[in-house]
């Protein structure tokens, strides 16, 4: 059974500070997404990486996909009020299927 | 950006009745997934469903209590059969499009559902 492991649970920070959340697993995955989602809404796909290696910068936010394809890792800079949410990691197994992390639940202060 | 839709976007339901979700989309997809997101938690993968064919449940739900149907490459529906307490949670459905050609999933919106 595939399974991601998604660290922190919970952050609490204070706005401009920089934080990163963690996917790891012992599984390959074919890719890797990152979603963001806000009350009584559905996730919202922030970006998917595919590569070994690769790194997508959306903003001021920094994905990683590990070169084994097993981990990922999401940093935010100066994190602001509006980035509270959500995170959810969610890698590509088999038949398509996305096994998703336990999430990340951020809340930035002013 | 793909449109997804849901129907009803929330619901309060009674023990023991079922309630059909309805998920629309705008443009063709291969395949359907349809999960269910607990209070607090992440999302797990109910099922599968391709076109023309039965859905394929993962391990903890089945066709009796989650039927689907998937009458065309633009529309599904999931039941909640026979709700209990338990039922209450967010219900979202999830399509592969056939012009994006890779495996990204997008979300729909989701059905919030408390049983009473």
């Known amino acids: 059974t595939q399974l991601l492991e998604q660290s922190p649970q919970f952050l609490s920070i204070q706005e401009g500070e920089n934080l990163t959340v963690y996917c790891n697993s012992s599984s390959v995955f074919s890719s890797l997404q990152w979603y963001r989602q806000e009350p009584g809404e559905g996730p919202v796909l922030l970006v998917t990486v595919v590569t070994g290696g690769e790194v997508k910068k959306l903003k001021r936010l920094t994905f990683q996909f590990g070169d084994a394809r097993k981990d990922s890792s999401l940093h935010i800079t100066a994190a602001q009020t509006g980035d509270t949410g959500l995170y959810l990691c969610?890698?590509?197994?088999?038949?398509?299927?996305?096994?998703f992390g336990a999430g990340t639940r951020l809340a930035v202060h002013p | 950006s793909a449109v997804i839709s849901q129907k009803p976007s929330r619901d309060i339901c009674q023990r023991g009745t079922s309630l059909t979700i309805q998920c629309q989309v705008d443009?063709?997809?291969?395949?359907m997934f349809w999960y269910r997101q607990q209070p607090g938690q992440s999302l797990t993968l109910i099922a599968t469903a391709n076109q023309g064919s039965e859905a394929t449940y993962e391990s903890g739900f089945v066709i009796d209590k989650f039927p689907i149907s998937r009458p065309n490459l633009t529309f599904s529906t999931l039941t909640v059969s026979n709700m209990s307490p338990e039922d209450s949670s967010i219900y979202l459905c999830s399509p592969i499009f056939v012009a994006r050609g890779s495996d990204t999933q997008y979300f729909g919106p989701g059905t919030r559902l408390t049983v009473l």
């Open positions: 969610a890698g590509t197994g088999g038949y398509n299927k996305l096994i």
């Open positions: 443009s063709q997809v291969t395949m």
